[in-house]
């Protein structure tokens, strides 16, 4: 297993490890490289805010909490993790057109409270952000699968750049 090994040892000296220790150990582990990836195309990208979504994130406010001080850690407080509550690619592109939302009417309590404080890169304060100045942003969407798509404008056609998709069976 190597030097790092994971478990117990045993009366015989022999280490011993859980399956399902195993198993959350390595969604955990890949919960990392793909936030890492998302961080890392979004600074290549030029982007400011990744907006994370998919039924392995929703309502999961540990991992949601390790994503946003991940993002906020890496990028030194310049780029922002946000978190949709919307299954799958509609849902999730339907939150986005109704981001800009002064009155606040469709949030709920847990989402108007932010997991993780991050200043903008345009020293804007979260009180100016509007739907005007979101644009671009990554979206990825961790679910069955991972994808991630730059979303470069909100027009009539939603302008998209599909960068990466791939299945992950955890």
Request: net charge negative.
């Amino acid at each position: 297993m190597g030097p790092n090994k994971i478990g117990a040892l045993s009366v015989t000296g022999q280490y011993w490890v859980s399956s399902i220790f195993v198993v959350q150990y390595y969604c955990y582990q890949l919960m990392i490289v793909v936030h890492q990836i998302a961080f890392l195309v979004a600074s290549l990208l030029g982007l400011r805010r990744v907006f994370f979504g998919g039924s392995y994130i929703r309502g999961h406010k540990s991992t949601m909490e390790n994503i946003s001080y991940a993002i906020d850690f890496w990028s030194q407080s310049q780029m922002q993790a946000v978190f949709l509550r919307h299954e799958g690619y509609l849902g999730a592109l339907g939150a986005l057109m109704s981001y800009g939302d002064p009155s606040g009417e469709n949030l709920t309590l847990e989402e108007k409270e932010p997991h993780h404080e991050s200043a903008p890169v345009d020293g804007t304060s979260a009180d100016e952000e509007s739907d005007s100045n979101i644009f671009p942003y990554l979206l990825v969407n961790i679910g069955s699968g991972v994808s991630m798509i730059e979303v470069l404008q909100y027009t009539a056609s939603l302008s998209i750049n599909f960068l990466y998709s791939s299945h992950v069976i955890c």
